[in-house]
């Protein structure tokens, strides 16, 4: 009787678990995007130099655009000259297995500013919001923005957005359900 009673004790444990661990993945894969964010900014202000996150069509032309971190390494010589940032391992760490970025649009100022002629192709999500790249300046700035990501799980409802600031560079990041999520996309966007 107390085996019995045991193994239902471990196993309404690990199916608690199990649960508790499957909430806590998108969670947990958006905080990776927005250390991300940070990481950026920081390889910009210790390189004297602009990072950029972008978007790339696939070059077979399926799947949606992937996002991608380049940097901008003769800013003197081949100014707005973009090539990919391979100089540290997390660029390559985007949790595309659990979510998907379906917006990515600057804000404020950062929307007004002149655009490059690559960047004049800003691709466009699945969801139809803009996804347009992000820059981040040697002094700490970035561009003004707002990304939204998504579970690829379809039964996760939830939103995780991240806003940048573009005097400070930091991303402060809510995870939200569909009913908080409009409330709250008016209220940044008031500001």
């Known amino acids: 009787m107390a085996v019995a009673l ?8 690990v199916a608690s678990l199990s649960s ?5 993945r998108f969670p947990a ?9 940070r990481l950026a900014r920081a390889e910009a202000a210790a390189r004297g130099r602009r990072v950029r996150l972008e978007f790339r069509a696939d070059p077979a032309g399926e799947g949606e655009p992937r996002p991608l971190f380049v940097w901008e390494p003769q800013p003197l010589t081949e100014p707005g ?9 997390w660029t390559a760490n985007l949790p595309a297995d659990i979510l998907r970025i379906t917006r990515c649009e600057r804000r404020g100022d950062s929307a007004l500013r002149t655009l490059t002629y690559n960047e004049q192709a800003d691709p466009m999500s699945p969801s139809g919001w803009p996804l347009q790249g992000i820059t981040f300046q040697p002094d700490g700035g970035c561009d003004s923005a707002i990304l939204e990501l998504v579970s690829v799980d379809d039964s996760d409802g939830r939103t995780a957005v991240i ?6 560079g930091d991303p402060n990041m809510r995870v939200l359900v569909p009913s908080e999520l409009e409330a709250y996309l008016e209220e940044t966007t008031a500001r």
Not at 29 to 37: G, T
Not at 84 to 89: G, K, S
Not at 163 to 168: C, E, R
């Open 29 to 37: 894969a958006a905080r990776k995007v927005e250390a991300m964010l």
């Open 20 to 24: 508790w661990y499957g909430a806590e």
């Open 163 to 168: 806003l940048l600031d573009a005097t400070t």
């Open 81 to 89: 000259q973009y090539v990919p940032f391979t100089a540290a391992a």
């Open 6 to 13: 045991l193994v239902m004790v471990v196993g309404v444990g």
